[in-house]
């Protein structure tokens, strides 16, 4: 992490004070949604292949409940501690509110290098992880997803063990599964689809032509592949990708299909991707395009390289990738943010869509989904757009203003002690 990086709990309270101050919130509501309401922190021993005990942290963060019970995904990395998952929790609280689905925020992690991981040990440390945390889950309470390090292998995992312990399959106690688990059409696609029509939302309001619009995309995991191939199929062309190999650029396009079979075929990397020149990661954030799709990381545009990005619009795929002491410096450049909590909402609308159809035991066509997410998005990005030009704040303050007013109304309806 860069010097000028900030603790992401901090760049999320700094954005949640600006929009409350705006908003005028009173001190007791700020303070109720100031703090998450649940924080739990587990020790997970796993039997590994070698015959070794190894302990492994584990959390999960119950941020809000008032809008319904909290959703959020599960991450696995050697980055995860508690201030993360508590910054992430509060983003999903902000991010379900802005979409108007019926959700709180919560989010999970374990502190652990998948990569380095069997498939066994996986599956036992996703087990010991579900069962420690059986009284926190519930599709009525806190409902888990996928996230960086996490697919629908995870998921199947956790889900067959919660109903294991329960005593009937439970498939609505978590999202992302596989599509013969329950799992729903197009929620594979999901987040990188919202980040593309969130990019046509906002290239319209710019007045930007997407045919021949040029796009670097930062990350290539499901949400910045699946975002450079859905922005490319609207005319736009894709300069850069870029993962933890490195960045790749090429003037004349990369063509998306084929860098993703080639990381298919390649553990999963796009290391030595012949196609295209490699660059460095900072690079990639300061190339000359007309849109930046930041889709790997928290911290990547920080106040050490934000007076270098020379894109026109910057769509966050990923949660938290612009620390908030480069909010300032974007806004002053006149660069237009669609943030995370609104651009990367495309995934836990389709999760709701999951839950949805798990509880009804009826199946949508992936039309459908599709149709009903991207009407979601375009209406969330325009009420956004509008909250921005009411209150004169960037399309970031404006989202948390939109979300915060919600949770707070509800808040007071439903009373406290
Ligand atoms: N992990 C994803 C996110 O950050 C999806 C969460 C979900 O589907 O519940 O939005």
Redesign the pocket.
Known sequence: MSQAALNPLDSMMSRFDEATKILGLDESTYNVLKYPQKSVMVHLPIMMDNGKVQVFEGYRVVHNGYLGPS?????YSMDVNQDEVKA?AA??TW?CAVVGIP?GGG?GGIKCDPRSMSKGELERLTRAYTAAMFDVFGPDKD??????GTGQQEMAWLMDEYSKMKGFSSPAVV??KPLVLGGSLG?VE??GRGVMVSTRSALAKLGINPIGATCAVQGFGNVGSISAKLIASQGLRIVAISDISGAYYNADGIDVDDAITYRDASNGTLDGYKKATKISNNDLLTLNVDVLVPAAMEDQITADNANNVKAKLIVEGA?GPTSSNADAILNKKGIMVVPDILA??G??T???FEWVQNRLGYFWTEERVNRRADRVMKQAFEGVYQASKKYGVSMRIAAYIVAIDKVASTMKLRGIY
């Not at 959703?71 to 991450?75: D, E, M, T, V, Y």
């Not at 409902?143 to 960086?148: F, K, R």
Request: charged share 20%.
């Open positions: 959703k959020g995904g599960i991450r992430l983003w999903m991010k959700y989010k409902i888990p997803a996928p996230d960086m999202t992302g929620r999901a987040t949660n990367n909402a995934g836990v389709v999760s709701y």
